[in-house]
């Protein structure tokens, strides 16, 4: 998505930001320009928070461990794990967020605190001062609060969210040996039915 930021920071040294898509971000930029446009009812994750909140004009913070450095502040790769070597295998962090109750993810997840959250980016939103975007769920690293949900006050749903629920759908039907160290199956399979359950709500209501 680098193609798209306002304000572009030099090279960050990390080899995939050199073979960034310009034809993928465009793509995903008329589509979710659509259906904003449209008030289609949206959810993004992970690239797609940030693709809603570039589109809704947010600050964002262009790497995580930059930013922390830039801040004197001791970063432990709490949103992406680090790869230690370049044939290991890196599964996804995790942490907690909080839930801000009068929001579209509280009505997902029924939940002010999800646990243990899978997470894989190493952008973030940094501020939504001055668009039409509300902070919706945050968590704390290091005493510096990070971005983690967000959605479009003027729509009538479009929500990004930073983490990865389908990522703990994903490996509760393959039985993933790891599967019980992140967030509740339960709740991130309410956040899809829900989801689905809008959208068939919306067609009976245009039938």
């Known amino acids: 998505m680098n193609s798209l930021f306002y304000a572009p920071e030099k090279w960050h040294g990390i080899p995939a930001e050199i073979d960034y898509n310009a034809e993928r971000d465009v793509s995903d930029y008329l589509t979710m320009s659509y259906c904003l446009d449209n008030d289609i009812p949206v959810m993004g994750l992970c690239r797609g928070i940030q693709m809603l909140s570039v589109i809704s004009g947010a600050e964002m913070i262009q790497d995580l461990p930059a930013y ?9 790769y709490q949103h992406r794990n680090e790869k230690k070597s370049a044939d290991s295998y890196r599964d996804y962090a995790h942490h907690d967020v909080t839930v801000e109750i009068n929001s579209h993810l509280y009505w997902l997840t029924d939940s002010d605190v999800l ?10 939103v940094k501020n939504v ?20 949900a967000v959605e479009r006050t003027d729509k009538t749903f479009a929500v990004g969210l930073q983490f990865h629920p389908e990522a703990v759908v994903a490996k509760n039907l ?6 019980n160290e992140y967030m509740d199956y339960g709740t991130a399979l309410k956040v899809f039915r829900k989801i689905f359950d809008l959208k068939v709500s919306e067609d009976r209501t245009a039938a």
């Open 115 to 124: 646990h243990a959250v899978p997470s894989w980016h190493h952008q973030a």
């Open 174 to 179: 393959d039985h993933a040996e790891n599967r």
């Open 68 to 76: 922390f450095a830039e801040s004197g502040i001791k970063y432990d």
């Open 129 to 148: 001062d001055n668009t039409r975007l509300m902070v919706t769920g945050y968590t704390e690293t290091s005493g510096l609060r990070i971005i983690e």
